[in-house]
């Protein structure tokens, strides 16, 4: 019984360490949101293509893994909810609907579950799980923003891939590295217990 209640206790995601509940909980969603919304402002535009190299993917992918599944994803859909609303924080100070690169940004809501239920089960503790998990995340973000840039372009599979995803590989990838050295470094600073 003393083993199964610290157990419990133990943290199963970096923003558990903190302490507080609902009040803690409510500011990592919000933290989340408006960390998405900064990292969106580096942009950098590429030419040929409406989609941007943007800071999104590395913090969606970061909340994710040290909100876990729930708060991760209502932080994002906090982001595209108020985004589309009319808050200026998605690539480039925009809001709204009317963009072709929406997707990805609905696509941010289910990577960051994933990946957040991925940490929960020890998929941050080391860097190879760490790129495994990014790695589900990226592919999630892309699943959704190709698709939709497809129609929102009119333009075919291929199309869209060349526009959508080919470019932006190498520059995910890196940031999937980065957050597989900075996760497992977090964990080892806290020195909280392995899973
Ligand atoms: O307009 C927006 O707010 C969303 C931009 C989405 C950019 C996508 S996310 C995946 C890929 N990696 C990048 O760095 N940029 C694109």
């Not at 940490?119 to 939709?148: E, K, N, S």
């Not at 959508?164 to 020195?191: C, E, H, R, S």
């Amino acid at each position: 019984m003393a083993t199964a209640h610290a157990t419990q206790r133990r943290p199963a995601v970096l923003g558990d360490l903190l302490p507080g509940s609902l009040a803690r909980d409510a500011a990592l969603v919000a933290g989340a949101a408006a960390f998405v919304g900064v990292a969106a402002q580096i942009a950098v535009p590429l030419p040929g293509t409406p989609v941007p190299v943007t800071g999104q993917t590395f913090a969606v992918l970061l909340a994710g893994a040290a909100l876990g599944t729930g708060r991760a994803a209502l932080g994002m859909l906090v982001y595209l909810l108020a985004g589309m609303a009319g808050v200026p924080w998605f690539t480039d100070g925009t809001s709204g609907a009317g963009f072709p690169t929406l997707g990805y940004v609905i696509g941010f809501v289910a990577a960051a579950a994933v990946v957040g239920r991925l940490a929960q089960l020890g998929g941050d503790r080391t860097p190879l799980r760490t790129i495994g998990t990014m790695l589900v995340g990226t592919v999630i973000m892309y699943a959704a923003g190709v698709p939709y840039l497809m129609a929102a372009l009119g333009v075919d599979l291929a199309k869209a891939i060349d526009l959508g995803m080919t470019p932006f590989l190498a520059g995910d990838a890196l940031k999937v590295l980065l957050a597989a050295g900075l996760l497992p470094a977090a964990w080892k600073l806290t020195g909280a217990a392995r899973r």
